[in-house]
């Protein structure tokens, strides 16, 4: 087995191509007017994540938090050195340019639209909406407003999605073939919103989607739904578990697995007529960590160890060079469409899904 390092890279870059736009000039003028970026949700995730990566930039401050409660946005609020507010009040603020919405996932649809209508631009945690319908609509609206609305997948912004990439169009994996992804997790406490399906609960709409985007990102958008399991618990009517199977245009079959009720693993592997490629970690890996894709080929083994990214940065990094100072609709658009894409997928594997019962072993 050979094992070589990539040289790190100061500018990681986004995985799905930008169109158009010089990052460049629009990071300078962001320098010197940073993007006024509100938190919609004092989230779990907007606390671990966000707004470590806002501290690392200079082209965006945070300018306040909301919370369903005021006593809880203010003592965050104070906590953080900025100003508390209720969800509707800071979308009515002139003093916020954009929002980070961490909602459930649920409720992803109504305050983005919200968002939009307030006239702010709109980094959304995944999935976007529950349904391509309500996709459609959000993603028309920001359209037609000139808004900014991006679906938060991190892990799209983290270089080593772009190293596979750059294997797979040089022909270093000969024919794709089959495409695997895997995402799954620990059961959550019993009173976690994964848990509630009038929140849009269930593993298939805050797991499942990572390896669906994966076979997007890889295999492209014209997939179809083959056949879907996914394992329910009828008391909480939300799913806890599930696999997919889908089809490329090209005739690459894709295999998805997740569930929250596994031990941890989050990885995928793209396996083609001359090499095989796999990642671990590939969805949720920490901004220090030395990403590693094995190859694999009949008599030959190679591991490439390349340099830690930050995907929760560069995908912040990449939302605020968006905004502006003037919104690039036709770079926007491929981002709008692939938030549609997922949408659609999600309503396939619903539809086609054949549905079993969880086994009453304390799954949630
Ligand atoms: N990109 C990633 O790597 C990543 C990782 C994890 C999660 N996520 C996404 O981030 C979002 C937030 O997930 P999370 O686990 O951090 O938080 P969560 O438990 O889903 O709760 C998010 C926030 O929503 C607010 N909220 C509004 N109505 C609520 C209700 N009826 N019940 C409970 N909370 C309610 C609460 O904030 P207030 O009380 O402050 O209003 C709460 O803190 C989800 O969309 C998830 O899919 C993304």
Redesign the pocket.
């Known amino acids: 087995m050979s094992r070589h390092r990539e040289p790190s890279s100061p500018h990681p870059g986004a995985v799905f191509e930008h169109t158009g736009r010089s990052e460049g000039t629009a990071t300078d003028d962001r320098a010197a007017s940073p993007l006024r970026l509100g938190l919609l949700?004092?989230?779990?995730?907007?606390r671990r994540?966000m707004l470590p990566a806002i501290g690392l930039l200079d082209t965006v401050r945070l300018s306040g938090v909301?919370?369903?409660?005021i006593e809880?946005?203010k003592d965050v609020a104070a906590e953080l050195g900025t100003v508390a507010s209720g969800?509707d009040e800071i979308l009515g603020r002139d003093d916020v340019d954009a929002v980070y919405i961490?909602?459930?996932?649920g409720?992803?649809y109504e305050w983005a639209g919200n968002a939009l209508r307030a006239g702010k631009h709109v980094l959304c945690?995944?999935p976007l909406a529950t349904t391509r319908e309500n996709a459609v609509e959000l993603t028309e609206l920001a359209a037609s407003r000139g808004l900014v609305l991006r679906e938060?997948?991190?892990?799209e912004h983290h270089s080593q999605h772009t190293k596979v990439r750059q294997l797979l169009a040089e022909g270093r994996f000969g024919i794709p073939r089959t495409f695997t992804g895997s995402f799954c997790i620990p059961p959550l406490p019993p009173d976690?919103?994964r848990y509630?399906a009038a929140?849009g609960g269930g593993a298939l709409l805050?797991i499942g989607v990572y390896p669906l985007r994966a076979a997007q990102l890889l295999l492209g958008p014209d997939l179809t739904v083959t056949g879907a399991t996914l394992r329910v618990d009828e008391r909480l009517a939300v799913d806890l578990a599930g696999q997919v199977q889908l089809v490329s245009a090209d005739g690459v079959f894709a295999q998805l697995e997740f569930g929250i009720q596994h031990s941890y693993g989050s990885r995928y592997s793209l396996w083609g007529s001359a090499a095989s490629v796999s990642l671990d970690r590939a969805f949720?890996p920490p901004p220090s960590r030395q990403p590693v894709l094995r190859i694999t080929e009949q008599d030959h083994a190679e591991e490439i160890v390349l340099p830690p990214s930050d995907q929760?940065r560069n995908s912040v990094e990449a939302f605020v060079a968006a905004t502006g100072p003037v919104v690039d609709a036709a770079a926007e658009r491929p981002w709008l469409d692939r938030a549609v894409t997922t949408a659609r997928l999600i309503d396939e594997i619903r539809k086609k899904a054949v549905r079993v019962g969880a086994r009453d072993e304390g799954d949630g």
């Open positions: 949700g004092c989230s779990p995730i907007a994540r909301a919370a369903r409660e809880r946005a969800y961490s909602l459930p996932n409720l992803h945690e995944k938060n997948f991190s892990f976690d919103t509630n929140l805050d949720t929760f």
